[in-house]
């Protein structure tokens, strides 16, 4: 079925099931949608999907953190709706894959071990004081920003679809961390202090971003090769930074593989605590 399909099929569909991650009907491919579309992923893009999936999923976890802890009432409010939007990513990246495997959403985020994660080490570093946090989104917007644009090009619909919503939200996502690395990195020298602290302590796991891995080259047409969006990143980055008053620290890089399975020692904990919930309480709905 083509997802241009789909509002005529879904008529009675949606309410039901709605969600605090859900849009209005014609809006946005949703991830009831998704489940019901009769969209079934390869075996290969099923695990790409996943690793999207899981990059949004752990970023949003630790996002959520802040609600009630942000440096400003409104700062709540703002990190709150971007952990919100970023849940909604991997709600729909996760949905697709699950589709290859007769898995749900919520098997893929709650039942699975440490090692059956293919997120980046960068989602999975602690928040940090207020400055660590900004300087994570904003490596990690502008490089999401890059990625989903292409992934709207993208030969597998359910993709191009899930990234075309996702790229008007994470722009905004962008916009916030570059407004606020320039009004920390401009403001008082503890600020800027703190900006450089944390970009000293985030650097290392950049590389891991941009490294090709299996699954993205035997996708053609449908995956982003992430080495191909360095140099732009680069750019971009190098000229907020510079805005900011920062400078690109020249510490050295980690030797992270979470596409692999190998992450750093902070995801374990995250999960459980994650995770806790739907293990102690197995089938529990509300």
């Known amino acids: 079925m083509k997802h241009e399909e789909l509002d005529e099929a879904l008529d ?90 007769d898995k749900t959403e919520d098997d893929l985020a709650y039942w699975r071990e440490e090692e059956e994660f293919t997120s980046l080490w960068i989602v999975e570093q602690p928040n940090g004081h207020f400055g660590v946090t900004i300087v994570r989104q904003l490596i990690v917007s502008i490089f999401q920003n890059l990625l989903y644009k292409q992934l709207t090009e993208s030969k597998d619909e359910t993709l191009a679809a899930i990234s075309a919503k996702a790229v008007k939200e994470v722009d905004y996502h962008r916009d916030h961390a570059i407004q606020w690395t320039i009004r920390l990195g401009q403001g008082t020298e503890e600020s800027a202090a703190k900006m450089r602290h944390a970009l000293e302590i985030l650097w290392p796991y950049v590389d891991e971003m941009f490294r090709d891995e299996e699954v993205h080259q035997n996708l053609e047409g449908i995956a982003v090769l992430p080495s191909t969006l360095r140099s732009a990143w680069e750019e971009e980055i190098t000229a907020v930074l510079d805005a900011a008053g920062l400078e690109i620290p020249s510490t050295g890089q980690a030797m992270a593989y979470g596409r692999r399975g190998e992450h750093s020692e902070h995801l374990g904990y995250l999960l459980a605590e994650m995770q806790v919930l739907a293990r102690k309480h197995p089938g529990a709905s509300w």
């Open 12 to 101: 009675s569909f949606g309410d039901a099931l709605a969600s605090a991650t859900r849009v209005t009907p014609g809006n946005a491919l949703r991830p009831e949608d998704i489940a019901v579309g009769g969209v079934k992923p390869s075996e290969e893009v099923a695990q790409y999907a996943l690793t999207l999936g899981d990059d949004a999923l752990i970023l949003a976890q630790r996002m959520s953190h802040w609600i009630s802890r942000a440096p400003e009432l409104e700062e709540d409010v703002a990190l709150g709706n971007i952990a919100l939007d970023v849940l909604g990513h991997a709600r729909s990246f996760l949905t697709y894959a699950g589709l290859a495997w």
